[in-house]
């Protein structure tokens, strides 16, 4: 079954703020990777945490819970470029499990 | 410059007819992957190999199969066994689930059509 959950969409405004979560039941955890797809185009890898805490990189931040099985991505400064699918992302007996996506929508 | 590669980037392929999905990489990744992606929908996993001359199937690997008899290339062929075989094929690599990361690289897909 689904190991890995993620709400289908979400909806923000150019210049805000947005959070996307991750919930994942899966044993043997290592940690949770983050990758953004543009439509018609491949994921690309934008982030993994390994340990508890919060991970920046540049207006992408990633944080992870350990204790909760739960993480989320946070995106600023909202772009328009940004709209976009985001998927989370964990190891599974070696197989790397992508959860269902959340779409961005970013309105002016 | 380094990087993963999949061609055709469009194929159509007559009901009856198995085709082959080429992937290559030159990143000296250890694992690569093939995922399915059907229109607004996540990765599915089809077939994964950690190492040469072996793979393991993945969730939906049935009217699927594939080779690793180089590090450098994992070639997906789908059979027609296959029933719904339209839809955009992904191949990753990554250095192996070994050291943790899943921070795999993404070829830029082949979108099959069966006509």
């Known amino acids: 079954g689904q190991s890995l959950e993620q709400p289908s969409e979400v909806t923000a405004v150019e210049g805000a703020i947005v959070q996307i979560n991750c919930t994942y039941q899966?044993?043997?955890?290592?940690?949770l990777s983050w990758y953004q797809q543009h439509d018609g185009g491949a994921p690309t890898f934008l982030s993994y945490?390994?340990?508890?805490g919060l991970e920046e990189t540049g207006r992408f931040s990633s944080f992870l819970s350990r204790s909760d099985s739960y993480g989320y991505l946070l995106l600023q400064e909202l772009q328009m470029k940004d709209s976009a699918s985001y998927f989370c992302a964990v190891l599974r007996d070696d197989k790397i499990i992508f959860g269902k996506g959340t779409r961005l929508h970013i309105l002016p | 410059d380094g990087g993963i590669t999949q061609s055709p980037k469009y194929l159509f392929r007559k009901e009856g007819q198995n085709v082959t999905l080429s992937c290559e990489q030159n990143l000296n990744h250890d694992a690569m992957y093939w995922y399915r992606q059907d229109p607004g929908q996540g990765l599915r996993l089809i077939y994964y190999s950690q190492i040469v001359n072996d793979f393991q199937k993945g969730d939906i690997a049935e009217g699927y199969s594939v080779s690793r008899e180089k590090k450098e290339s994992f070639p997906l062929t789908v059979t027609s066994a296959q029933k719904n075989p339209t839809a955009f094929y992904l191949c990753?690599?990554?250095f192996g689930t070994g050291r943790g990361n899943t921070e795999a690289f993404f070829g830029q897909g082949t979108r099959l059509t069966v006509v």
């Open positions: 899966t044993s043997g955890f290592y940690g």
């Open positions: 990753a690599s990554s």
């Open positions: 945490n390994a340990l508890d």
